[in-house]
């Protein structure tokens, strides 16, 4: 801190000091003399009097010389200036302008959006930069992080901004702002950081207090564009049952949604892409929304045929933020994917379970059932031919040879997925463990493990996992204490290989039993997945060695979804339809001929991306702008297209208002926050020119001068004239 006068010349004023002292030498009141009897008495007392007398004026004096004092210094202006940026307002100074440019900013508030209102704050402060001065306007685009070449081209910049998904954080974009003026040469270094201080900028990140902690020469202004009270309307998230679905079942689309403001009531709306790229509706329904919480909603689509579909969950009418009104989806249907079930002699019998839970007979009679389904006994597994399917489900598997685990490794590694379901046939660790099943199943077993009590089963310890997912809904409501299981295998995953050393990857435990050992495990080969389960489902009801009931208990609900799920999870492609804007999207092609593949974005813009001849997919980098794009192989029109969709992350849109609280604690102690024009012209006068004391030392003089003439009145009452 550092105490400057605006106009030191009159400060001389100060020696006016003196005119009291002379006034209270010339006008001191003389004793008078009396003759009284008692003249000892009397001497006492005036001597009393005399030190009085003295005290009081020396303090009417005092008052009276800082009266004059303070008067002369407030003329003069004195100001208190900050540390942190310039002493003199004429030099110039190095100056970041941070601006948050994620989709969220284009809420409206007076027909004017967040950025502008970001741009014309900018204008205003930029007016307060002296000449000369070093400025960098960076953004969360991306863009370059250095300073303009001068001040006319930082403006220009500021001018261009536009809404675009985030290509890094706000945080990690102050960073770079504060690294970039450590590198300028200018002694003064100043921070302004537009934002509309919502939630969805500050989810991930560091908080920058702990950065400005370390740069405490560095003055930091929040100007705060954000709308107090925001009103919105948002689609959150459009769940799908899978990206790929059999031809002729119904696609159901799960809709997450919220509202800030008032209670409101609008239609939700689904539409399809058409042949010509337009949009056509297919459902709507409406809906109340409320600040305190959605109902989620679901459409059911039928009819569509096969191929690749896509298009958007919307709600309609006018609302303040557009961006998250509305999301896209790509959904491909094809015929049910070929699954072949291998069991035990006779198969027909031992997969049978299996094979009912995931594809009943009523839904292959109907043409529904979500898979192609063949059935094989062990023995004839390795003369049969693999290559046309997607998915494996093996039942009870005895020790195979080398040979076989071998084609199996293979034939996964290429994108197929296997699902193993251990069982008494296994025999023992020795007889059934090699290196060839390692490297296919991830670990081996050791040995079985006996509970007969009846008190171990299945104990998810949570439901993060993609094969637990749809356990979510009903979490604690699912009675795995019904469905024991007495017998399991003891599955050890396998060590993880010595870097540059060649080895099998070990599986990873997806569920545990209840007493603690693994349930279901996951190990992926190259492009493909091993799910196994350590307990069998190929025995009868009527078989008095059951391992466990989990199939055959009453309302087995629980392993008809686990049946499900787990050959889902293995034979899902690696292909990503339905990305989050910035995250590469994977499509896998019909044809692989080698002829030109194009992408065509949202607004219609085409151009040629590779394709990997060995797997047969295109990768996608660049999907920052949300919406439908279509993949074409060959360049002709009536050529078999793909597609996939990208979806802006929810923080993009998310314009809930931090708390007061959240916000001090966010920044730190050393920054100052602006909302109008009019509190940034005094923030930065504040910095730059310092606060002015004139009107707190007129205050003072004042009480001075009060407090003068009641100390006068006290110790000088009138004197009462004598009576003639």
Known sequence: ????????????????????????????????????????????????NRRKLRVNNLLLLLLRAASIAFLAVGLARPTLRGAGWLGDREAPVAAAFVFDTSPRMLLREGN???????????????GKLPKESQVAVLDTAG?????????EAAAAAVRRLSAATPAVTLSDTIADAVRLLDSSQLPRRELAIFTDLSVGGWSDGEPPAELFAKHPDLTVIVVDVGVERPRDFSIDAVTLPAERIAAGATLVLGVVRSRLGPDASRTVAVDLVSEDGSYVRRAEKPAEWSEKGCEPMSFELTGLGEGTHQGRVVVTGADDLEADDHRSFTVEVAPPPPVLFVGPPPADRSTLLVKQAVAPDSMETAGKARFGCRVLDVGALEKAGWDDLVGMVLLDPPPLSPKMWGLLEAWVAGGRGLVVWL?????????????????????????????RSGANCLAPSSLDHPILAPFRRVADAVPWQDFPVERHWDFEPGPRPEPGLAGPEPATVVMRYRDGLPAIVEHRIGEGTVVVVTTPVSQSADDRDAWNVLA????????????????????????????????????????RDGQATFVENPVGESFPVAVDQARGTVTMTETRLPGNYRVRSGGEADSPARGFSVNLAASATNVRRLESDAARRLF?????VARTDDELVREVNLERVGAELYGWIIVAVAAFMAFDWALANRFYPPVAEAPT
């Open 1 to 48: 801190m550092g105490l400057t006068f605006l106009t030191p010349a009159l400060l001389a004023g100060a020696a006016l000091v003196a005119v009291p002292l002379v006034l209270h030498l010339i006008m001191r009141r003389k004793p008078v003399k009396r003759e009284f009897p008692a003249t000892i008495f009397l001497k006492q007392s005036l001597r009393a």
């Open 112 to 126: 004017r959006t967040r950025i502008e209102r970001a741009a014309e704050m900018a204008s205003t402060l930029a």
């Open 143 to 151: 863009g370059p992080r250095a300073f303009a070449p001068s001040m």
């Open 423 to 451: 069982g008494p046939a296994a025999v023992s660790g020795e007889a059934f463990n090699s290196d060839a099943s390692a490297r296919v199943l991830g670990g081996r077993i050791d040995r079985v493990w006996s509970d």
């Open 552 to 591: 055959t208990g009453f309302d087995a609900w629980p392993f008809v979804i686990l049946a499900n799920e787990t050959l889902m999870h293995a034979i899902r492609s690696r292909e990503a339809t339905n990305v989050i804007a910035g995250e590469p999207a994977i499509v896998r092609l019909r044809r």
């Open 668 to 672: 730190g102690p050393a920054a100052r």
